[in-house]
Nanobody
């Protein structure tokens, strides 16, 4: 299972980017997918995730109402639309999936943690200039 995140780049504060998560050799559709980000010296943070069956979504407080996660089943692609970007959104963004199909990475408290994900792709750098 190999994932690939793409779509990062340099953007001014207030701008937008759309990240894409694809897979090689298999379909993403049965897997919940998460977007996580990491800044050097800090722990990896779950930004958003989407379930596989009912397309239930979760957002961190820091990105809610600015980022939108979606999945295109026909293209087996998961997107993260990022609007109103801020300098503090600068990070390497990763997409990831749990080990098992149809398993949600969201725990009983309604949160997801990096430890819920098993398969990771190479990250894509997002840099927001202020």
């Amino acid at each position: 299972v190999q994932l690939q995140a793409s779509g990062g780049g340099l953007v001014q504060a207030g701008g937008s980017l759309r990240l894409s998560c694809t897979a090689s050799g298999f379909t993403l559709d049965p897997y919940a997918i998460g977007w996580l980000r990491q800044v050097p010296g800090k722990e990896r943070e779950v930004v958003s995730c989407v379930s596989s069956r009912d397309l239930e979504t979760l957002y961190s407080d820091s990105v809610r109402d600015r980022f939108t996660i979606s999945r295109d089943l026909a293209k087996s692609t998961v997107y993260l639309q990022m609007n109103s970007l801020k300098a503090e959104d600068t990070a390497v963004y990763y997409c990831a999936a749990p080990f098992d199909k149809y398993v949600s990475p969201v725990d009983y408290s309604g949160d997801a943690s990096p430890g819920s994900f098993h398969y990771w792709g190479r990250g894509t750098q997002v840099t927001v200039s202020s």
